[in-house]
């Protein structure tokens, strides 16, 4: 369980009243009972229930179970699509280790407005399930033209170009050290933007293989890659 609190031997740590029915009513879990807890910073806990009600409830910390371990230093940037599939992209890059995610808007961005808390939600979701100890920052919305010109070119972007059609492109070669993919909308980038892209050189093109993926898909597909030759 996720709690936004820190974590040390002894301390009362609260729940709020989603936490305490989740734990309660979902898990039927009774005051005694230990559960395992994190809060993104301090490792994963153990932890005995001490009281769940209706409006919230606390748990007594014990000790620490497991070592802090935060992903690599991967962003994963990507432009809103449908709210399902949108879901699945947050999902996807929490499970599969990235710091930070950035949605951003483009020319041919389905979507004009997300809502940063509920993406939040899932990604804490997300490591909750796949037992992780790190939660990724989703930001809010921006336009890809202002997050590339505040962009600090110490950091490479990989742009998965359905443009480079081919076989997929393993990364061997590719400098360590921190990297964001970017992702497009459904309708691709436009030629403004590709133009762009293509221009900047902290941007590195890369092929997901001769077929064209659905956005969600090629989130997934690119994380895998870079993962596989430059994760840990
Ligand atoms: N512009 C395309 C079109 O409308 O024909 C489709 C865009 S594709 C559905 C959405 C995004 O997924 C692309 O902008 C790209 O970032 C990524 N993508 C999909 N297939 C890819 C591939 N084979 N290689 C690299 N990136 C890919």
């Not at 989603?18 to 005694?32: D, E, F, I, N, T």
């Not at 432009?79 to 699945?88: L, S, Y």
């Not at 992209?89 to 499970?95: D, L, N, Q, S």
């Not at 061997?172 to 990297?179: E, M, S």
Request: overall charge negative; charged content about 25%; proline content about 7%.
């Amino acid at each position: 369980l996720f709690i936004d609190h820190p974590l040390a031997e002894g301390q009362a740590a609260p729940l709020d009243g989603a936490q305490a029915h989740y734990l309660s009513g979902v898990m039927r879990l009774k005051p005694g009972d230990e559960i395992t807890v994190f809060n993104g910073r301090d490792g994963a806990w153990s932890a005995r229930l001490l009281d769940a009600g209706k409006r919230g409830g606390s748990l007594e910390l014990l000790a620490q179970v497991a070592p802090q371990r935060d992903p690599p230093d991967l962003w994963l940037i990507f432009a809103p699509i449908k709210k399902a599939r949108t879901d699945f992209i947050v999902e996807k890059a929490a499970e599969m280790g990235s710091a930070r995610i950035l949605p951003v808007q483009t020319d041919f961005t389905n979507s004009e407005r997300i809502r940063q808390d509920r993406l939040q939600a899932h990604a804490v979701e997300a490591a909750e399930q796949c037992g992780g100890t790190f939660v990724p920052e989703v930001a809010d919305l921006v336009p890809l033209a202002r997050l590339l010109d505040g962009w600090d070119a110490g950091r490479r972007i990989l742009w998965a170009d359905e443009a480079r059609a081919g076989p997929a492109e393993t990364l061997a070669g590719l400098p360590r050290g921190p990297w964001a993919i970017l992702i497009g909308p459904e309708g691709g980038f436009s030629e403004a933007e590709r133009q762009r892209l293509g221009r900047t050189p902290f941007v590195t093109p890369v092929s997901l293989g001769p077929r064209i993926l659905r956005a969600d898909t090629a989130a997934v597909a690119a994380l895998a890659l870079w993962q596989a030759q430059l994760g840990d």
